[in-house]
């Protein structure tokens, strides 16, 4: 039944447009076709799964975690400009917010427009130390947009949580 089932399923991944091309595509997946994917899909899961692998993985993790750490925190240094939403839900006004080079103040400030380039930490006139925040909420979790008609635009918004 499992086979049956996988050749189903295999043959739909190809959007067949007729019956027909449908019934081609499950004629030339027999039963002993799903043996030899399958077969081949074991051995390529076991070449990933080997000893070798493994260890590379392992040895080689935090140098990606460190990475990939590194380049978020050179994307906040570089800063953000985000829309500005007004009380009537119009965005004509924008804010930007980057992280201090040293990586303990988030700078921010309100702007006319969109800016060309990068702003310069003295012209935001606000700051927020990185030690007060003590929480990010992001996505459907924010206050502003759990409001009723919420704009789905700019749905990562840095909120102060005390």
């Known amino acids: 039944m499992q086979v049956v089932k996988e050749q189903i399923m295999r043959a739909l991944t190809t959007k067949p ?10 004629q030339n997946l027999s039963y002993t076709e799903i043996l030899k994917i ?3 899909e074991r051995m390529n899961q076991e070449d990933f ?19 990939i750490k ?30 201090s080079p040293n990586h303990k103040v988030l700078h921010y400030g309100d702007l006319e427009e969109s800016p060309q380039g990068e702003v310069p ?12 925040i003590k ?10 947009m759990k409001e009723k008609g919420a704009l789905k635009q700019n749905k990562v918004w840095l909120s102060n949580c005390y």
Do not use: M
């Open 70 to 99: 590194q380049q978020r925190l050179n994307r906040l240094v570089e800063g953000t400009c985000f829309r500005k939403l007004n009380s009537r839900r119009r965005q004509d006004k924008f804010w930007y917010c980057r992280l």
């Open 49 to 67: 799964q080997s000893r070798p692998i493994l260890e590379l993985k392992e040895k080689i993790q935090p140098e990606i975690l460190e990475l």
């Open 38 to 40: 399958r077969q081949s």
């Open 121 to 132: 930490h003295d012209s935001l006139q606000d700051k927020l130390p990185v030690a007060d």
């Open 17 to 26: 447009s007729s019956l027909d091309q449908f019934k081609s595509k499950l």
């Open 135 to 144: 929480a990010v909420v992001t996505g459907k979790d924010c206050p502003h």
